[in-house]
Nanobody
Framework: EVQLQASGGGLVQAGGSLRLSCAAS??????????MCWFRQAPGKEREGISC????????YYADSVQGRFTVLSDNSKNMVYLQMNSLKFKDTAVYYC?????????????????WGQGTQVTVSS
């Protein structure tokens, strides 16, 4: 059974940094071509796909809203995906989710991700 578990959220001041982690079980990054993405959803807003990574070759995607501030990384030896978030802004406040699936291009809109972790709350104080 594929499971994803997101962690690392918290309260941070604007301009600060957080690192989110997503632990995957039930499959192995190293052997399979998985795309792993981070989505977020703020209160009253639609879910937004903000970053993805293709575990086999590291190709990545960033939404304009986070480009240059966030970095997605994968550690295939540990089946972990990370989202390093720097220069956080108040508008980054949201529940962040990791999602993944096999055989998809690393883009939040190019496919339907079957596997989702529970959300982790990120709150940025202004």
């Amino acid at each position: 059974e594929v499971q994803l578990q997101a962690s690392g959220g918290g309260l941070v001041q604007a301009g600060g940094s957080l690192r989110l982690s997503c632990a995957a079980s039930g499959f192995t990054f190293h052997d399979l071509d998985y795309s792993m993405c981070w989505f977020r959803q703020a209160p009253g807003k639609e879910r937004e796909g903000i970053s993805c990574i293709y575990t086999q070759d590291g190709r990545s995607y960033y939404a304009d809203s986070v480009q240059g501030r966030f970095t997605v990384l994968s550690d295939n030896s540990k089946n972990m995906v990370y989202l390093q978030m720097n220069s956080l802004k108040f508008k980054d406040t949201a529940v962040y989710y990791c999602a993944g699936d096999r055989g998809l291009q690393p883009h939040p809109l190019l496919g339907v991700y079957r596997y989702w972790g529970q959300g982790t709350q990120v709150t940025v104080s202004s």
